[in-house]
């Protein structure tokens, strides 16, 4: 199983990028997805997060401005990010609670690889 993350790059503040994470592997189940970033010399947090009915949870620094989503059948996640700003640069990484199939894989986290979010003020 593995989460390939894309959609990073360098954009103005007060612009848009959509992240995306397509899960892929021999899954069985997806459960929590979510996207966490990590900015130089601060620890990785989390930022949004949403459950496979879709109930969706988000940091309060980007509540309003974030929009997290999933396609079930598709086994990707987006993250929506507007109105950038500055402190928003950061290495975004995607994470997801899998079942994988197959004997004796079992359920675990998987994170993908990072993009790299640079705001430009």
């Known amino acids: 199983v593995q989460l390939q993350a894309s959609g990073g790059g360098l954009v103005q503040a007060g612009g848009s990028l959509r992240l995306s994470c397509a899960a892929s592997?021999?899954?069985?189940?997806?459960?929590?997805m979510g996207w966490y970033r990590q900015a130089p010399g601060k620890e990785r947090e989390l930022v949004a997060s949403?459950?496979?009915?879709?109930?969706?949870k988000y940091m309060d620094s980007v509540k309003g401005r974030f929009t997290i989503s999933r396609d079930n059948a598709k086994n990707t996640e987006y993250l929506y990010i507007n109105r950038l700003l500055p402190e928003d640069t950061a290495v975004y990484y995607c994470?997801?609670?899998?079942?994988?199939?197959?004997?004796?894989?079992?359920?675990?986290?998987?994170w993908g690889k990072g993009t790299l979010v640079t705001v430009s003020s």
């Open positions: 994470n997801a609670d899998i079942l994988a199939s197959g004997v004796g894989v079992g359920r675990r986290e998987y």
């Open positions: 592997g021999a899954i069985f189940s997806i459960y929590d």
């Open positions: 949403i459950i496979k009915t879709r109930d969706t």
